[in-house]
Structure formats: structure tokens, C-alpha cells
């Protein structure tokens, strides 16, 4: 029986973590070792506080993992496959087929970058198709590339490669851009890119890496190709909330519905971070919730066992 499971990996768990180790409680962090913390691929972190000459995701993630575990948090890396209630308890089925109980629970399990679902996609991952500028624009320098998506995301992160590419297109399927008109007027600064509205990616193609996409105007249907090397998706994201289907509140994209004091529709059960409906998913923010939940969760307790 432990205090608090904390499931995930990211700042919104480790700072739970921190938070409950410190008040004396006995909690275990639930991390899966498939989806690498989203914060290990960040190279650098300029608006976290406290850095002013920035640090690297990595630097942080190791940083968060020593904090926790020096105030007794022990990390199980083991997917978790399930969350349920059992009586007042709830209960949370890992991958490795065990059950473990708790008294409350906090979901930090963030969200993840949704996929085009076209041909090529998953044959050239990480052969020339990415989620993250970031991560893997350096690759791509001097070459041209392929930014699908026409929100901020998008926007940002075709801002970020325009600096390093030789060209880039953006691909929206609509015939105008969702982003901010603030990034909108940036790109618009920056000479080697292309817009390419109202067209859908059909394929990916290539042959051991990425050497174009085929792409099909949504109105006349007809069909053309442009060479790439690289093809950067920012088509929206989707929560990690698989596991507690039906359990807590989540709204119609499946962020789960939280107060401000992170509780989720389910008594004893809080959620953190990306995965929770909110306006603003930074690393500063998730903290903050893991801070909230870390200690909503131990009055739960007080008041409860
Ligand atoms: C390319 C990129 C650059 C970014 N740059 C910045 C930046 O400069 N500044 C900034 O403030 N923010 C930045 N962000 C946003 C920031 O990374 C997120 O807001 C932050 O990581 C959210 O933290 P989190 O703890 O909620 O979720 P995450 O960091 O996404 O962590 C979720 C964790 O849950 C784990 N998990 C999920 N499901 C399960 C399961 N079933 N079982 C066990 N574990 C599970 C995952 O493995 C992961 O470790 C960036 C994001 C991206 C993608």
C-alpha cells in the first residue's frame, strides 16, 4: 500500500514527486520506459525559471530525478496499463502484470504528437519524418523540408527550421493558417518558405530516407509531388488517457477536466500537467500542477485514512 502512485515522467510527476517525498510520504513514481520523458528531447530550455542562461531537457530531467529521489521517491519503470478503484483504494496495473494500491493517485502522463496516419509515416520514422523541430532540425540543415500543420505549433516550429533549411514548405489542408497573427507575420519574414494551402499529405515517400510527399489539393483532387529530405508533423496532440477511460472526466479532445486544486472528477485521484484541459502546457506550468496535486493529495489523505 502506498501513499501516492504518480504516474509518469515529465516535470508535472518528478515535481509531485519532490513535493510528496519531502511531506513524508510514501510515494513511487510510474514511468514508462517506451515513451521517453517529452523533456529529455528539448536541447534547450530558455523560460524555465531560475536559468538565465538556460539548461538542456536533459540537464533538467536528471536534475528532477535526483531531487525526488533524494527525498526517498523511488521511480518503477514499468508502463502502467490500467487505473482503478478498489473499495476507497485505487488500484494501477502495470505492465509487468502486478497491482499495486494506493491511497490516491496523480496522472502526470502528458500528451503526444498525433500522426498523419498516411502511407510512409511509420516506415520513415526517424528517417526523415519527425514530431520535434527541435530534436531533430540540425539534422536538416542546408536541405529542404516539410512542415505539416497551420496552428502554433506549426508555425513556431517552421520558424525554427526556416534558420536552418535550405527550404521549407508549409503544408495546411485548409485554405488559410490557424496560428497567431504574431507568427504568421514572422514566417512571412522568412524568404525560402512556402506555403502550400489546401492540400493533404497523401504519402510519404523515399527510399531509405524521405525523398518527397505526394500531396492532393483538397478541391480539384489532383495530385503533386515535392522533394524533401524531412517532414516535420505538428497536426495537433493527443493525451495520454487511455488508462483511465471512464474513470475521470475528460473534455471532447480527451484532456482530463481538473479544478484548481487538480482534483479530477474521481475522489482521490489528481491529474498534472499537459494532460489536464488548461490554456498554457509549458514545463513551469506542469511543475506548478504537480506541486498543487503532491499536495492536495496528502489532505486527501489526512482527511480520508
Ligand atoms: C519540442 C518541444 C519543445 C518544448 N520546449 C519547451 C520549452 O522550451 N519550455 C517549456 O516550458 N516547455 C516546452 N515544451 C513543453 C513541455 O515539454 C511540456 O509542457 C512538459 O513536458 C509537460 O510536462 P508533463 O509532466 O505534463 O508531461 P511530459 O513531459 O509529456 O511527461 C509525461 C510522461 O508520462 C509518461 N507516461 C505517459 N503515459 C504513461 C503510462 N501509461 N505509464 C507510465 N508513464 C506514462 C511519459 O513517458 C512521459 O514521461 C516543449 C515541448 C516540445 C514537444
Do not use: W
Amino acid at each position: 500500500m502506498i501513499d501516492i502512485a504518480i504516474v509518469g515522467g515529465g516535470p508535472a510527476a518528478y515535481t509531485a514527486a519532490i513535493f510528496a517525498g519531502r511531506a513524508g510520504l510514501n510515494a513511487v513514481v510510474y514511468e514508462s520506459e517506451l515513451m521517453a520523458a517529452k523533456i529529455v528531447s528539448i536541447s534547450q530550455i530558455e523560460n524555465y525559471p531560475g536559468f538565465p542562461n538556460g539548461i538542456s531537457g536533459e540537464e533538467l530531467s536528471d536534475n528532477l530525478h535526483k531531487q525526488a529521489e533524494k527525498f526517498g521517491v523511488d521511480t518503477v519503470y514499468n508502463e502502467v496499463k490500467k487505473v482503478g478503484l478498489d473499495g476507497i483504494y485505487k488500484k494501477i496495473l502495470i505492465d509487468s502484470g502486478e497491482t499495486i494500491k494506493a491511497k490516491t493517485v496523480i496522472l502526470a502522463i502528458g500528451e503526444m504528437a498525433q500522426k498523419l496516419n498516411c502511407s510512409g509515416e511509420n516506415k520513415f520514422l526517424g528517417k526523415g519524418v519527425s514530431y520535434c523541430a527541435i530534436c531533430d532540425g540540425t539534422f536538416f540543415k542546408g536541405r529542404d523540408v516539410a512542415v505539416i500543420g497551420g496552428g502554433d505549433a506549426a508555425l513556431a516550429s517552421a520558424l525554427y527550421l526556416c534558420h536552418l533549411v535550405k527550404k521549407l514548405y508549409l503544408v495546411h489542408r485548409r485554405n488559410s493558417l490557424r496560428a497567431t497573427k504574431i507568427l504568421q507575420d514572422k514566417l512571412k519574414q522568412c524568404e525560402m518558405t512556402e506555403l502550400v494551402l489546401n492540400h493533404e499529405v497523401k504519402e510519404i515517400q523515399g527510399k531509405k530516407f524521405v525523398n518527397g510527399i505526394l500531396l492532393q489539393n483538397k478541391e480539384t483532387k489532383t495530385v503533386k509531388r515535392i522533394d524533401v529530405d524531412g517532414v516535420f508533423v505538428y497536426i495537433g496532440s493527443k493525451p495520454n488517457t487511455e488508462i483511465v477511460h471512464e474513470l475521470v472526466k475528460v473534455d471532447e479532445q480527451g484532456y482530463i477536466i481538473t479544478n484548481e486544486k487538480m482534483e479530477t472528477s474521481c475522489p482521490g485521484i489528481y491529474a498534472a500537467g499537459d494532460v489536464r484541459k488548461k490554456d498554457l502546457r509549458q514545463l513551469v506550468t506542469a511543475a506548478a500542477d504537480g506541486a498543487i496535486a503532491s499536495f492536495q493529495a496528502r489532505q486527501y489523505i489526512e482527511m480520508h485514512y
